[in-house]
């Protein structure tokens, strides 16, 4: 008649393949789950408004000057007047620079505006 085995194996392979699918699922949605208290904040001051920082650009032609704002500085004197600006270190500086300089000529430039203490210098290109 039918020969029954008297010894089964236990199959846990589908077991297993939908505790990972789980664990792939959880996996996914767990971080998009967010839990919101509500806090009611105080009122602030709506006289005072937040100080926008102030941003510098730098421009340099290809005769090697450079221009800030309606100032003109050669390359050797711009370090020194650089140096002594009076500007908020935490502004932006933005470098832009005729693509026929020598790359020695910006690498300077970006190094008198680093030494000055500004972290936050950008080379702007098109």
């Known amino acids: 008649m039918f020969n029954w085995d008297d010894d089964p194996?236990?199959?846990i392979t589908p077991l297993m393949d939908v505790m990972?699918?789980?664990m792939a699922v959880l996996m996914i949605a767990a971080?998009?789950?967010t839990y919101q208290e509500q806090?009611?904040?105080p009122d602030g001051s709506k006289t005072t408004k937040s100080q926008k920082l102030?941003?510098?650009?730098?421009?340099?032609?290809?005769t090697r000057k450079v221009y800030i704002d309606d100032n003109v500085y050669e390359m050797n004197s711009f370090s020194d007047y650089f140096?002594?600006?009076?500007?908020d270190k935490n502004s932006s500086i933005y470098i832009r620079a005729d693509e026929s300089l020598a790359y020695k000529d910006i690498m300077d430039?970006?190094?008198d505006v680093k030494k000055a203490g500004f972290l936050n210098v950008s080379?702007?290109?098109e």
């Open 9 to 11: 194996d236990l199959n």
């Open 20 to 22: 990972l699918v789980l």
């Open 31 to 33: 971080p998009t789950i």
């Open 39 to 41: 806090i009611k904040l």
């Open 54 to 62: 102030d941003s510098v650009t730098i421009r340099m032609d290809k």
């Open 83 to 87: 140096s002594n600006k009076d500007i």
């Open 109 to 111: 430039v970006l190094k």
């Open 123 to 125: 080379l702007i290109t």
